[in-house]
Every structure is written in structure tokens, then in C-alpha cells.
């Protein structure tokens, strides 16, 4: 008999082991499957990404610019009265109205680097209609060009490519067309200045 209760007893534990090692292995099994879960998602969203930034790549190789247009917005360097605007767009059509859009910039650059120069006078109307010793620093505010131009649509858009400050300049304060000035001012402008490059009709000087 005392065999027989030794008999239960083991059976009962031996289940209850059974129970026990059954249970533990489920929740081994569970929190294994998790990590997998999250490495799956974890890999699906890099992947994603990684086509997100190949598609950026792309577009950048291809030629495409991004362009945030409400950052441009905020972003013009120069803001100038309508009179001072007006004047900036006679002149550079006046001087450079058969320049192509870059020589028309050249010309308003020139007029900008003027007004910020200490040497020149502080606003686009008075460069402009300046003059040293009575003679006009801008021929065409003499000889009727200047009041007479029709602004172009392309010497707008150079004006404002200036007016958001893109320079191509290189600081120049003068410039002069070679084939049409007289003499006696090419004279001067090779004594006095520097010369930094040609453009079109066009010679720059600082």
C-alpha cells in the first residue's frame, strides 16, 4: 500500500513538472516571436526610407531642383521704393537692353554694388543720375535712352535675380563698352581701375 501512495505522488509531480515546463516554453516561444515582429517592421520601414532617398537621388541627378518657394519668398535681399525699382529697371534696359538676361544682371549688380559702396551715393535713383565734375556716370539719362526704354520682360527677371542677390559681379563698380565710349573716358578707366572681366559688349572694372 505504501507502494501505491509513492506511486500517486510521483505521477501527480511528474504531471505537474509536465504542466509546468509546458507553460514556461509558451512564454519562451512568445517573447521570441516579438523581437522577430519588430525586426520586421523595423526592416519594412527601412526599406521605405531607403527608396525615399534613392527617389531624392535621383531627381538630383536627373537635373530636377527641390525648390522650397514659400522660404524663396523670404528671401529677396533688396528692397527698394517703386521709384528706386523703376529707375534700377530703365537703366539696366537702357545700358544693356541687347545683353543677354546674365548681361542685363551684370549691369543691375553694378548699380547695387554702388548704392552699398560708401564712395557712391546710398540710393538707386541718385547712382543713377549722378554725375562727377557734370559728367553723367550712365550715358542713357543723357542722351534720352533712359527715359525712352520699354522694359522687357527679361530685364525684369534679371532685375529681380539681382534683387534676391545673385551676383555675378565680382564686386565690379564701373563697366564701359569699349567700341562705343570715347577715348579720353577708355583712357581713364584703364589708368584708374582695375579691369576683372569682359561680358558681352561690356567691359567690368573696380
Known amino acids: 500500500m505504501y507502494k501505491k501512495y509513492v506511486m500517486g505522488f510521483t505521477l501527480a509531480s511528474m504531471t505537474i513538472m509536465a504542466s509546468w515546463v509546458c507553460a514556461r516554453e509558451l512564454k519562451i516561444n512568445r517573447t521570441a516571436a516579438n523581437p522577430a515582429f519588430r525586426i520586421e517592421y523595423a526592416n519594412t520601414s527601412m526599406v521605405e526610407d531607403k527608396h525615399s532617398f534613392i527617389e531624392m537621388i535621383s531627381g538630383v541627378s536627373s537635373g530636377q531642383r527641390v525648390v522650397d518657394y514659400e522660404i524663396l519668398e523670404h528671401t529677396m535681399k533688396?528692397?527698394?521704393?517703386?521709384?528706386?525699382?523703376?529707375?534700377l529697371l530703365r537703366i539696366v534696359e537702357a545700358e544693356a537692353g541687347g545683353e543677354d538676361q546674365d548681361g542685363k544682371l551684370l549691369v543691375a549688380n553694378v548699380v547695387l554694388n554702388r548704392v552699398n559702396s560708401e564712395t557712391f551715393p546710398d540710393s538707386v535713383v541718385e547712382v543713377v543720375m549722378q554725375k562727377e565734375q557734370g559728367i553723367a556716370q550712365f550715358s542713357p539719362t543723357v542722351d534720352g535712352r533712359y527715359q525712352s526704354v520699354k522694359v522687357s520682360e527679361d530685364t525684369r527677371e534679371a532685375v529681380e535675380r539681382a534683387l534676391y542677390g545673385e551676383d555675378?559681379?565680382?564686386?565690379?563698380l564701373y563697366f564701359c563698352a569699349r567700341e562705343k565710349a570715347d577715348s579720353e573716358k577708355l583712357q581713364w578707366f584703364d589708368r584708374k581701375l582695375t579691369k576683372l572681366f569682359a561680358y558681352g559688349n561690356h567691359e567690368f572694372f573696380q
Open 168 to 172: 555675378i559681379s565680382r564686386g565690379a
Open 78 to 87: 533688396y528692397h527698394l521704393s517703386d521709384k528706386d525699382y523703376e529707375a
